[in-house]
């Protein structure tokens, strides 16, 4: 089997690549950070060195976008220093580099979904360091493919969906952005892409370089997300709040965010005949994986 070293294995994104490596015909390494610390060029150095690896796949990253706000040097660190560092190394050993990047490395001025060829003009810290991280990448390692991605969501870990189902306990109201548009993205799905993108650069079927946009299709807000979240936690006997559409005004963050986050797949489809699903049925999967099958009961609190 093929070998691949894969970063972030803890994360959302991360632990559904390991989850799904060996359908793939690859048998991943995923170190915690115990083991391979971001910040530190010589442990990066000496994984990469360790084995004859068939393919790096690169999705760990520092994603808190509003605490990055007041950390960039961190935020710096991990998402521009460490994937340079990724893509010196794994270009000294000929390693194809597979790096995760964001819908945020976009202003979300455009009123269509953003195509690979658009320019980038990040609106804060992270998206910054994530679209510096980009340029690095590219420019150290001939061998590499970008993929960007947005709105991950998975059934564990900290994400929008998790968000939602522990306030829909606290609160019995409850308000959210509805001005924000973009393209709700199962870990899972996102993972099946890299893993897929891994294999074509791996099996020799992929010229080297290249930036691919992969997200589930169909539109939504971030009140379209929850919406659709409480509809399949009622569906289950879960009490859910009131919900209420309300701007991004009204919610103040200190990071600011992109108004149009949606991203054009046609390449990805394209080059690797891959359809996304609609986001309406991976989110229902992660929602039936999260909270059990749905029934005809009485509510539950
Ligand atoms: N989340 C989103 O909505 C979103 C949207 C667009 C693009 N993306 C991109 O998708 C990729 C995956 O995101 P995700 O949501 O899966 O991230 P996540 O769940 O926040 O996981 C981040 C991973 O990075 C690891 N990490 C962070 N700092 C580290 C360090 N110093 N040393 C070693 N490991 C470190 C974390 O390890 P620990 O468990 O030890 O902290 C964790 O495994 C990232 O490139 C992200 O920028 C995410």
Redesign the pocket.
Same mark, same amino acid.
Request: glycine share 12%; aromatic share 10%.
């Given at each position: 089997m093929r070998k691949i070293l894969v970063?972030?294995?803890?994360?959302?994104?991360?632990?559904?690549v390991v989850a799904a490596a060996n359908t793939y015909g690859f048998d991943v390494m995923a170190p915690?950070?115990?083991i391979?610390?971001?910040?530190?060029r010589e442990e990066i150095a000496a994984l990469v060195a360790a084995q004859p690896w068939a393919a790096v796949i690169?999705?760990?990253?520092? +994603? =808190?976008?509003d605490k990055a706000e007041n950390d960039a040097m961190?935020a710096r660190?991990?998402?521009t220093t460490?994937p340079g560092y990724f893509a010196a190394e794994t270009a000294k050993h000929g390693i194809p580099l597979v790096?995760?990047?964001?819908?945020?490395v976009f202003d979300g001025t455009k009123s269509a979904p953003y195509d690979e060829g658009d320019s980038v003009r990040p609106l804060g810290v992270?998206g910054a360091s994530?679209e510096a991280?980009e340029a690095v990448v590219r420019a150290h390692n001939p061998n590499h493919a970008i993929v960007? +991605? =947005?709105?991950?969501?998975?059934a564990n870990?900290?994400?929008?969906i998790n968000t939602m189902l522990r306030l829909s306990q606290e609160r019995d109201e409850l308000g959210v952005v509805n001005d924000q548009c973009g393209n709700p993205?199962s870990?899972t799905d996102?993972a099946a892409a890299l893993l897929t993108v891994a294999d074509k650069m791996t099996s020799g079927q992929m010229g080297p370089t290249g930036t691919w946009h992969f997200v589930n299709s169909g539109d939504a807000t971030w009140h379209d997300l929850a919406q659709f979240v409480f509809a399949e936690a009622a569906a289950r006997g879960f009490k859910t709040p009131v919900l209420n559409a309300i701007p991004t005004s009204a919610y103040p963050t200190p990071a600011r965010r992109p108004e149009n986050s949606r991203l054009s797949t046609a390449k990805f489809q394209q080059d690797f005949g891959t359809i996304p699903r609609h986001w309406h049925i991976a989110i229902a999967d992660i929602l039936a994986d999260r909270l059990g099958p749905k029934q005809d009961i009485g509510v539950k609190t």
């Open positions: 970063t972030g294995g803890s994360g959302q994104v991360g632990s559904a915690p950070r115990g391979l610390n971001l910040e530190n690169n999705c760990a990253a520092y +994603t =808190a976008v961190m660190a991990i998402n460490a790096h995760v990047s964001t819908d945020y992270y994530k991280g960007r +991605t =947005a709105w991950v969501v998975s870990g900290a994400n929008f993205s870990a996102i």
